[in-house]
């Protein structure tokens, strides 16, 4: 097969993208053993490098900075932070940088089956109005929300934590977030729990609210 | 740490993004003043309409804070990583909406154009490569230039091309070739690629 292709043929459509899928699947299985297209792929490729540059430069607008970096920090708020422990997927978000962290890990990690430290409680939420799952993990007074495919907060919106203690209004946990591409995220909830009886999360405009501006899409009731 | 981030509109875009994978939002917000011009130009080059570019620009950028480790400096600069993902970003949008821009894209003057006075020596620099090839681009011959167009900024396949302009299967495939062939020795001739 590969000695019949047409060697520069497809090179440059190839670093252009543009071939069809199956061709580049074809093409690059060409390339491994064919010294005179991976050259013109490397040169051409160089030109294709620079196309991104070439359009006509704009400022970035002003709204759309102020759009990113705030979603940034509210991100950086709802401790979801990457560990350079190489932990699967699930874990992963839960832990923070700090040392108190480093316990917390273990006993999550004890509330999912492995040994050693206190045991998590699992509390099972409620869904309302959306699609996935959400529980809440406690363990010795300190929760963690933890969802999975849970449908995103919405186009210029975040998802916000209350806590809510008997039938007092909700309190804010000042937590905001959003979900990954695969709607998962593990967000810890600062403070203790002890004295609330529930935990909801409602979509809120970027930044969040003082006082929740939608009906709850989770809920989670403690004991 | 104080020094650090004192530093940080100094650092080396690999060392902020080693701060970026550990959740330093100051540091992304100076990999964003950095990197969010070209970006934008890109996407809106690309898409054609500035809400649809900013949506590319805020997925793109928040893939970068959520996923920064997968960045490998071996493979290249920081700004074409960013540029390639807002690239294949903007090209995933069109297939998915099986819609796109149709034709020239030429911008409506409702986004402030860059006031150069503000660039980096870096930056400067950066850009003199891309009017070169921009003026490289300029020169090509009109069906040359088209098919380059449609594939790169367009997304669409050589197929695609031909079935657009209505020319035998292979012939889009032979401008491409001829088209980068051109480029690239006038980029040379430039000293822009060594
Ligand atoms: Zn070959």
Redesign the interface.
């Known amino acids: 097969m590969s000695g019949m292709h047409d060697c520069?043929?497809?090179?440059?459509?190839y670093?252009?993208?543009?071939?069809?899928p199956r061709e580049a699947d074809a093409f690059r299985e060409h390339l491994r053993e064919c010294a005179v297209c991976r050259d013109e792929v490397q040169?051409?490729g160089?030109?294709?490098?620079?196309?991104?540059?070439?359009?006509?430069?704009?400022?970035?607008?002003r709204g759309?900075?102020r759009?990113?970096?705030s979603?940034?920090?509210e991100?950086?708020r709802a401790p979801r932070?990457?560990s350079?422990l190489g932990l699967a997927s699930p874990l992963r978000g839960v832990l923070a940088?700090s040392v108190a962290a480093a316990a917390a890990v273990a006993v999550v990690l004890a509330g999912v089956g492995l040994s050693a430290g206190a045991p998590a409680t699992v509390v099972r939420a409620r869904t309302a109005g959306i699609t996935g799952s959400a529980q809440l993990r406690v363990v010795r007074g300190h929760a963690e929300l933890v969802v999975r495919h849970l449908t995103p907060p919405g186009r210029g919106r975040v998802y916000e934590v209350w806590l809510q203690s008997g039938t007092a209004a909700p309190v804010s946990a000042s937590v905001l977030f959003t979900v990954?591409?695969s709607g998962n995220a593990d967000v810890g909830i600062p403070g203790g729990i002890r004295h609330v009886s529930a935990v909801l999360v409602t979509p809120e405009p970027l930044g969040g609210t003082a006082k929740p501006t939608h009906a709850p899409v989770i809920i989670a009731h403690l004991a | 740490m104080f020094n650090q981030r004192r530093n940080l509109r100094e650092s080396a875009d690999e060392d902020l993004m080693v701060l970026v994978r550990d959740g330093d939002a100051r540091a992304f917000e100076v990999l964003f003043d950095r990197h969010a011009g070209p970006a934008f130009s890109l996407a809106y080059r690309m898409c054609g309409s500035r809400s649809r570019a900013e949506d590319v620009i805020q997925e793109a950028f928040l893939s970068l804070w959520r996923a920064g480790a997968r960045y490998d400096p071996s493979r290249g600069s920081v700004r074409g990583w960013i540029l390639s993902a807002v690239h294949n970003r903007a090209v995933d949008s069109f297939r998915r909406q099986a819609a796109r821009p149709a034709g020239s894209l030429e911008e409506a003057g409702v986004i402030d154009r860059l006031a150069s006075a503000e660039l980096t020596e870096v930056e400067v620099e950066r850009r003199a490569d891309a009017e070169r090839l921009r003026q490289a681009l300029s020169e090509l011959p009109d069906e040359q230039r088209k098919v380059v167009e449609l594939s790169y900024f367009g997304g669409f396949t050589h197929q695609q091309i031909s079935d657009m302009l209505s020319l035998p299967a292979g012939t889009v495939k032979g401008r491409m070739r001829l088209a980068l062939t051109k480029l690239r020795l006038s980029l040379d001739e430039a000293g822009v690629i060594p």
């Open positions: 520069g043929g497809d090179a440059a459509a670093a252009l993208g543009a071939l069809e040169a051409l160089a030109v294709v490098h620079a196309l991104p540059m070439t359009p006509r430069q704009y400022e970035v607008p759309l900075r759009k990113v970096l979603q940034v920090r991100e950086r932070r990457r350079r940088a990954d591409a």
